[in-house]
């Protein structure tokens, strides 16, 4: 669950990311956890997957009007987690 936390938190700061660039701003995740958690954000309708018809095809997550709620209420505790787990340093 923690992830999926990560992903809805980096969202919201970060705005709409295409999957490569949510890989880069979360580090130590695999492509396969991210696909599946993406996949069930999708599911639970906190994260829309954006297709535009290409060429070439694009991909993009963008949070829904809940997943943006659920984004905001979760970014301060991610980055308290972050900052506790001594992946981000508090000055």
């Given amino acids: 669950m923690i992830r999926e936390l990560e992903i809805l938190s980096t969202l919201y700061i970060a705005g709409p990311r295409r999957f490569n660039q949510l890989k880069t701003l ?5 492509s396969r956890t991210l696909s599946d958690k993406l996949r069930f954000l999708v599911e639970e309708e906190l994260v829309i997957r954006k297709v535009d018809d290409g060429p070439p095809v694009r991909v993009e997550y963008i949070l829904s009007e809940h997943g943006e709620t659920c984004g905001r209420l979760l970014s301060p505790l991610v980055a308290h987690l972050k900052i506790r787990n001594g992946s981000v340093r508090s000055e």
């Fill in 26 to 30: 979360l580090a130590g995740i695999s």
